[in-house]
Nanobody, 122 residues
Framework: QVQILESGGGLVQPGGSLSLSCTAS????????MAWFRQGPGKQRELVAS????????YFLDAVKGRFIISRDNTKNSVFLQMSSVRPDDAAVYYCRANVRINTWTLPGDYWGQGTQVTVSS
């Protein structure tokens, strides 16, 4: 019913920049919050950044504050993560999560993408 597709991952040098994109499609009435998570090798999945529907409130993991920016385009059902001053410990699979209302009679639910790999190496 709802598909979440991430893109933009790849190889980035330490200190470099990378931008991730995520687009939701399908039976969507409204998207509430959108967020990026990541999971590094041998680590638990962690919340990196989130943004409310209106963009008026954001959250950032302490480790990425001042380096990552989250934004969204509601006209495109999309959320973006701009990564700068990337560090080796940013390497992970990055997942997009969207809280989506698919109709007017059930509660919104969380939908996840398959993830996009970010590799940090010189």
């Amino acid at each position: 019913q709802v598909q979440i597709l991430e893109s933009g991952g790849g190889l980035v040098q330490p200190g470099g920049s990378l931008s991730l994109s995520c687009t939701a499609s399908g039976s969507i009435v409204l998207i509430n919050s959108m967020a990026w998570f990541r999971q590094g090798p041998g680590k638990q999945r962690e919340l990196v950044a989130s943004i409310t529907r209106g963009g008026d409130a954001t959250y950032f993991l302490d480790a990425v504050k001042g380096r990552f920016i989250i934004s969204r385009d509601n006209t495109k059902n999309s959320v973006f993560l701009q990564m700068s001053s990337v560090r080796p410990d940013d390497a992970a699979v990055y997942y997009c999560r969207a809280n989506v209302r698919i109709n007017t009679w059930t509660l919104p639910g969380d939908y996840w993408g398959q993830g996009t790999q970010v590799t940090v190496s010189s």
